[in-house]
């Protein structure tokens, strides 16, 4: 019979493969969405979920260009992310949970959400500049929150690092 611990493990494993699956899919949709645009310029009106770059598409191509690559970004970002907590998730064991690869996928997941907040903050910089150079477009502000979890997985990677030395002193010592 399995833990407690164990399933709710299997639960996050499988909820973080379906976060990552939607990310990718929003990308493809925004990309394909994009890549419409430039046959059918009327496409930009609703590039993906209502966001209307249209006037910026007949505007400024490349600035047009910048934001939907910004936004798709982020999104792989986000997506790359999810697949390292898939990774991570599908390592761990309740046997021996404290290894040092997993610490290290951690730190590497939180040096990734810091990379997914300087490149929502860029993206949103643009916007706002455009938002002041191009009246009446549509912004489409990428949330800032990323900092405070990457800090909070830093954290955690850290106590996990902790925990390893910790596990392996007490396997010299026994």
């Known amino acids: ?47 993906y979920m209502g966001w209307d770059l249209y006037n910026l598409s007949q505007s400024d191509f490349g600035h047009y260009t910048g934001m939907v690559l910004m936004t798709v970004a982020v999104v792989v970002l986000e997506a790359y992310t999810a697949y390292l907590v898939t990774s991570i998730l599908s390592k761990i064991k309740m046997t021996k949970p404290f290894t040092m690869e997993v610490a290290k996928m951690m730190e590497k997941i939180s040096y990734f959400i810091l990379l997914i907040w300087v490149a929502a903050l860029l993206h949103n910089a643009h916007a706002s500049w455009l938002s002041k150079t191009f009246p009446g477009l549509q912004e489409n502000l990428i949330s800032l929150d990323f900092i405070f979890m990457g800090g909070v997985v830093f954290v955690i990677a850290q106590i996990f690092k902790r925990g390893v030395e910790i596990q392996t002193e007490n396997e010299l010592t026994v």
């Open 1 to 47: 019979m399995k833990s407690r611990t164990q399933v709710i493990l299997v639960i996050m494993n499988v909820l973080a493969w379906l976060v990552f699956v939607g990310l990718m899919i929003k990308a493809g949709a925004i990309l394909i969405s994009y890549g419409v645009s430039f046959k059918n310029p009327a496409g930009a009106k609703n590039l």
